[in-house]
């Protein structure tokens, strides 16, 4: 079995470099059984990061979490989100406590700002903050924040990860985001890292992925992988896609792979606003 390498937190959490997301999840009763059985398979090969929120399905994808992680708990690291109109002092709690009966648990163990709202950032963290000292969340963080937004929470505040999309075509990040996440030791978790499979029939990818052997999602995958300081929560709705995508783990892209990947997919040349989906 490929070994699963780890990517730390500021607070000294460790976690699988490779996780699991859950969006556009638990919207098809005729699915259900094979998305649960999706995600209790990557829960057997470690990928035990599973990303989910309360916008997902409305909480669809929260309860379908819940179900897959039954009896199997204290395997799973389970990170959800809190929508920007939820998040005053009020607003997180009830939608903590909301998350956590969907998701059939005492405890959310990331729990994330999904984006940036207007309400006060020093509020949302205060009751962040609140929400670990009751125990009901084991830390939080941020999603979908550029290096401006950083900068403007509260003094000493520091968020365990920033969620953002980031693949072969959305490397916008690299130019100051990610350089930002470093100088802080906050890793930076990708959300859509194969654009939601509408990258996966580019002709540069396709072309490596046949010359090597793999599969395009799995270049796509091993190389947002390529960081040290990234976790990456591709949605795979079948046991045989997670499985493609821990494969991954253990492919190297050489400097010639990662050249003809740049020519093909080029890096920025200067700062580019975030890209959300």
């Not at 000292?133 to 900068?151: E, H, K, P, R, Y």
């Not at 390529?226 to 795979?236: S, W, Y």
Request: glycine share 8%; aromatic share 6%; proline share 6%.
């Amino acid at each position: 079995m490929t070994r699963t390498r780890t990517v730390t937190f500021p607070s000294g959490v460790q976690v699988p470099a490779l996780g699991q997301g859950t969006w556009h999840m638990g919207n098809d009763p005729a699915r259900r059984a094979e998305e649960i059985a999706a995600l209790r398979r990557g829960l057997d090969l470690g990928l035990n990061v599973i990303d989910t929120a309360e916008m997902y399905g409305n909480g669809a994808a929260e309860e379908l979490v819940g179900e897959a992680m039954h009896g199997r708990r204290d395997e799973a690291f389970v990170v959800s989100k809190v929508l920007p109109f939820h998040a005053d002092r009020r607003g997180t709690l009830d939608a903590c406590r909301a998350s956590l009966r969907r998701l059939r648990t005492d405890r959310i163990d990331l729990y994330l700002l999904h984006w940036r709202g207007s309400v006060p950032l020093d509020e949302t963290v205060e009751a962040l903050e609140s929400l670990v000292a009751q125990g009901s969340i084991g830390s939080w963080g941020v999603s979908n924040f550029d290096v401006d937004d950083l900068a403007d929470l509260p003094e000493g505040a520091l968020p365990q990860t920033d969620q953002v999309l980031y693949n072969l075509t959305r490397r916008g990040p690299e130019h100051d985001l990610f350089p930002r996440c470093r100088e802080l030791a906050v890793p930076v978790m990708a959300y859509s890292p194969v654009e939601q499979g509408r990258l996966l029939g580019h002709e540069a990818l396709t072309s490596l992925a046949s010359a090597r052997g793999w599969t395009p999602a799995q270049v796509a995958l091993a190389w947002v992988l390529r960081r040290d300081d990234v976790i990456a929560i591709p949605k795979a709705g079948s046991t045989a896609h997670v499985e493609e995508n821990h494969a991954a783990l253990g492919l190297h892209l050489t400097d010639d792979d990662l050249r003809l990947l740049d020519e093909a997919f080029p890096p920025p040349s200067r700062k580019q606003p975030l890209d959300i989906l």
